[in-house]
Every structure is written in structure tokens, then in C-alpha cells.
């Protein structure tokens, strides 16, 4: 039997109708969890009766932070449509492959995208687009939502069904649009709600970008199951969070970032005053979390919680519970309740405790493929099992820590990047013979792009021209830093660029330098 989908917003707002859901805190917003339900029920009528958005077609979303975006969400599921969020990073043309191989039928866009959003809506043929504001004022959206009937009954659904898809960049180049179902989501606020003890009387300050499955999942969807309620940041301001946390009147609980956001926090000179004494659950992902940066918030009495997962796993997998931050530093945790983990050595076999293998995941937490993507989605599984193409090692007592990454893939600032996306790009440079792109460390990114090129015979190009080209054609945090030349890639036998023996040359060159 199937798992019917229940309304969360709905059932809080008969339960406990005038507890605060959402606070926007660039326009200074608050709506109720009455209100809240008022808005997405509007919003629901808007879209399917305005629009004629049908379920199962996609609703495309280019904004910043703002408490819009939980009613767009949440109004897609009313009506079984498809909530779309699109990376505000990306250039035209990277959206533009993404909406043409998403094909929503409306793309809601705020005013700081206005531009992009009309010429995409051109160049893929959109049939609607929908401008909003994100302070609330005057637009499309809000007089969509003052001028509709309300739609108050969820269509049919079950957990099998699809809820979003979230893109994100492809080992080939091209980004995949990772299928997340509606019992994804559930299990996902279960299994962060237990071990983060979220509830009604949470309160969840989100500064991560909302298309981000962090944004949305860690720990925004389960506080919103649990009836707590979430303030929205904009964007980022480390001063500014320092504050908002310190804030007897916000009263925030919880918090979720990457290393790269606790580390700006930590150097705030309020940091050392800042009333950290509320925060009972603080989460760190995303990137490798440094030791250091964990004693530091440890030293303030805030253990970091550091945890494993990926948005095609929705995306906890691993959690590690606040006793055990100290004594397992550098740990991603144990299994979440609801997941199944393994590793596994190139040969297929299971590796034991102490031995390093492929992370392997299954359970109900886990996409069932991406869109469009059948080859992807068979190369990715084996009998149910996701390949995470992260390496990770597990102790005697269970605790899972990731070691280094199967894939080529780097994190700089908590976003993934994959470098064959960016040597696809360097490679629409004539001179370039040959290009291999990998993160070198960094301490204020995590990790940045490193080119190493190979010129053809008379090639005059410069690292100058080489970041200036991909500047022009890349998300800035995918833009490689820096470019060195050498005469030819290190191979092994079968041809296959040694980018690890390139990685370890570069970090021993530039450990010399200093």
C-alpha cells in the first residue's frame, strides 16, 4: 500500500493557527501558520486556475531567500505540481540548458532576476512568467495570490510521487536534475528531527541559498513538519547571524551551515560576546569541517554537529549526535534512523572497519533517478544501492568519516563543482592542447579551481584570459583561481589523467613557495 502525502501546512494551521511560521527577515515579514495556509491555499488557486498549472508540470523558481519560496513549495504540493528551485549563481546560459531539460510552464521570478528571467523565458519558450518582490510589494505574484480562490484540499498523493528536482552539476558537464519524492522529504524531516530534537518550539535561523537541498532541508522542511518556526535570511551576513542568534527576543534554537559560514561568524569581534546560550543544535556540512574551527565554537560551549549527505539522498545519511562532537571530531556520524549504509571496495565486496571503500546508500531517503537521465540513473545504482562516489572509512564503534572523494569533484564555499564542467569550457579555447581542472585547499573557500593546461604548438594564451573566459561563462564559484602550464598531463595506461599525482605536485609546489 501506498504512503498518502499529508498537508503540513494545513494540519498546523488547524492545530496551532496563530503560531509563527515564517519570519522574512529582509522585508521584515511574519505570517502565521493561519496565515501561511491562507497564502500557499491562494497561491495553489493562482497556479492551477490562473495558470493552469496541472499536476506533474513544473513551477520554476529564480529567487533569493525570501518566505516566498516555502509557499511556492508547498503550493506545488497542494496541486501535485513540481517545485523547481534554479541556482541564482548560474549564468544564462547554464539556466538555460536546466529550463530546457526541465521545461516548467512558469518561472516565478524575483526582481533581482528580472532580466534573466525575461530573456530565458524567450530563448526556452516559457508560457508564464511571474515577477514577485521580495519585500512583498507590488507584483505579479502578490496580486495573483489577493485575486485567486484558495485551493483548501491536497491533491491525492503518495510518497512515491515527485515533489522536486534539484540540478546539479554532472561528472559529463551537463547538470542532472536529481528526482526527490515526497517521502524523501518525510524521511528526511525524520531523520534530522530525531537526533536535532526539532519540534513545535523550534526556531531555525536559514541563511543557506533555498535552491540548495541545505537550504531547504537542513533544517527548514522539518521544522516546518514539526510546527517550529523559520527565519529567513536574505543572504548571508556573519555579523548580522552573530546577532540574530544572540537575540533573546528570536529566541533561535537551531542553526545549519557550511564550515565557510562558522568560520566568518568566528571571526566577528562579537563572536566572544555574542549569548550563544540558546542554540541547542548547531549543524555543519556541506565540506570537510576543519578541526580547528571546531574547537573554536567547542571553546563557546557549541558543539558543532557534523553529519553526511547529498541531495539525491534528501540529503541526511549520517548524523553525528552533539555528545559525540568532541570525542569523534572529524566524524560524519552514524546512520540516520531511516537509512542504510555500506562501503564497498572497487571489486564490489564489502570493506571492513578500518579500511577505506565507495559510501554506499539505500533506504527510502534515496532519489529514485534523475530526470531525463535514464543512463545516469543505471550507472549511478547497483540493486538499490546509490553510489555516492565519496570515500569514507567507518570505526569499530560505528562512526562513518569521509576520507576523500571517488569522484573528481571539489566543494568551494559549500557548492559542488565538477571539473569536467568547467575543462568544457577552457576547451572552447583553440589554443588549449589539453586541460585538467581540480581544488587545491583553501582557507577561506574550502577548496578553489586549479587549471593545468597544455598548449597547442604556438598557443599564446594566458592565465589572465583563460579565468577571463570562464568568468564569462561560469557561476563565479566554479571560475577556477589560478592556471599553471606544463608541457603535457601526467597518464596512467589507459590514458586516464593521474589528477591526484597533478594535486599532490601542485600542493608540494606551493608549500615550497612559501
Not at 570505526?395 to 568551494?412: A, N
Request: hydrophobic fraction near 40%.
Amino acid at each position: 500500500m501506498s504512503v498518502p502525502v499529508y498537508d503540513w501546512i494545513a494540519h498546523h494551521a488547524r492545530r496551532t493557527p496563530a503560531k509563527l511560521a515564517t519570519i522574512d527577515l529582509h522585508s521584515g515579514r511574519r505570517f502565521t501558520y493561519a496565515e501561511m495556509e491562507s497564502r500557499v491555499a491562494r497561491l495553489a488557486g493562482f497556479l492551477r486556475r490562473g495558470l493552469g498549472i496541472d499536476r506533474g508540470d513544473r513551477v520554476g523558481v529564480l529567487a533569493a531567500n525570501n518566505t516566498d519560496m516555502f509557499e511556492i513549495q508547498f503550493a506545488c504540493t497542494r496541486i501535485g505540481a513540481v517545485f523547481l528551485p534554479l541556482n541564482w549563481r548560474l549564468t544564462v546560459p547554464e539556466l538555460e540548458f536546466i529550463i530546457g531539460d526541465a521545461g516548467p510552464k512558469v518561472l516565478i521570478c524575483d526582481e533581482e532576476f528580472a532580466a534573466a528571467g525575461t530573456e530565458l523565458k524567450s530563448l526556452c519558450g516559457i508560457p508564464h512568467l511571474v515577477d514577485l518582490r521580495g519585500d512583498g510589494g507590488d507584483s505579479a505574484y502578490e496580486r495573483g495570490i489577493d485575486g485567486a480562490d484558495p485551493i483548501s484540499e491536497i491533491v491525492p498523493l503518495t510518497h512515491d510521487d515527485l515533489s522536486t528536482i534539484m540540478y546539479t552539476s554532472g561528472t559529463t558537464g551537463l547538470p542532472k536534475g536529481a528526482m526527490i519524492t515526497h517521502g524523501m522529504t518525510f524521511f528526511n524531516a525524520v531523520n534530522l528531527g530525531i537526533p536535532m530534537m526539532i519540534g513545535p518550539r523550534t526556531v531555525q535561523l536559514t541563511v543557506l541559498p533555498l535552491f540548495h537541498t541545505g537550504g531547504l532541508n537542513c533544517y527548514s522542511n522539518p521544522v516546518f513538519h514539526g510546527g517550529g518556526t523559520v527565519l529567513v535570511m536574505r543572504a548571508f551576513d556573519p555579523k548580522e547571524a552573530l546577532s540574530l542568534i544572540g537575540d533573546p527576543e528570536l529566541g533561535i534554537t537551531h542553526f545549519f551551515g557550511v564550515p565557510a559560514n562558522y568560520q566568518f561568524m568566528a571571526q566577528q569581534p562579537e563572536f566572544d560576546d555574542t549569548d550563544l546560550s540558546r542554540l541547542q543544535a548547531a549543524g555543519i556540512g556541506g565540506a570537510p569541517s576543519p578541526a580547528a574551527l571546531l574547537e573554536t565554537w567547542a571553546a563557546r560551549g557549541i558543539a558543532l554537529q557534523q553529519g553526511y549527505g547529498m541531495t539525491e539522498t534528501s540529503p541526511t545519511v549520517t548524523v553525528l549526535d552533539g555528545e559525540f562532537a568532541v570525542e569523534k571530531v572529524g566524524s560524519a556520524g552514524k546512520p540516520a534512523l531511516h537509512a542504510e549504509v555500506k562501503l564497498v571496495r572497487e571489486d564490489g565486496s564489502e570493506a571492513p572497519a578500518g579500511e577505506v571503500g565507495e559510501l554506499w546508500v539505500r533506504g527510502p531517503n534515496i532519489t529514485p533517478g534523475y530526470w531525463n537521465r535514464p543512463d545516469a540513473t543505471a550507472e549511478s545504482f547497483t540493486d538499490g544501492w546509490l553510489h555516492t562516489g565519496d570515500a569514507a572509512t567507518v570505526d569499530e564503534d560505528g562512526f562513518y568519516y569521509i576520507v576523500d572523494r571517488w569522484k573528481d569533484m571539489y566543494i568551494s564555499g559549500g557548492e559542488n563543482v565538477y571539473p569536467a564542467e568547467v575543462e568544457n569550457v577552457i576547451y572552447q579555447l583553440p589554443d588549449v592542447a589539453e586541460a585538467a581542472v581540480l581544488g587545491l585547499p583553501d582557507e577561506k573557500w574550502g577548496e578553489v579551481g586549479c587549471v593545468v593546461a597544455v598548449l597547442k604548438a604556438g598557443g599564446e594564451l594566458t592565465e589572465r584570459e583563460i579565468i577571463a573566459h570562464c568568468g564569462e561563462r561560469l557561476a563565479r564559484f566554479k571560475q577556477p583561481r589560478s592556471v599553471v602550464f606544463v608541457e603535457a598531463l601526467p597518464r596512467n595506461a589507459t590514458g586516464k589523467v593521474l589528477k591526484r599525482e597533478l594535486k599532490d605536485w601542485l600542493i608540494k609546489e606551493a608549500d615550497a613557495a612559501e
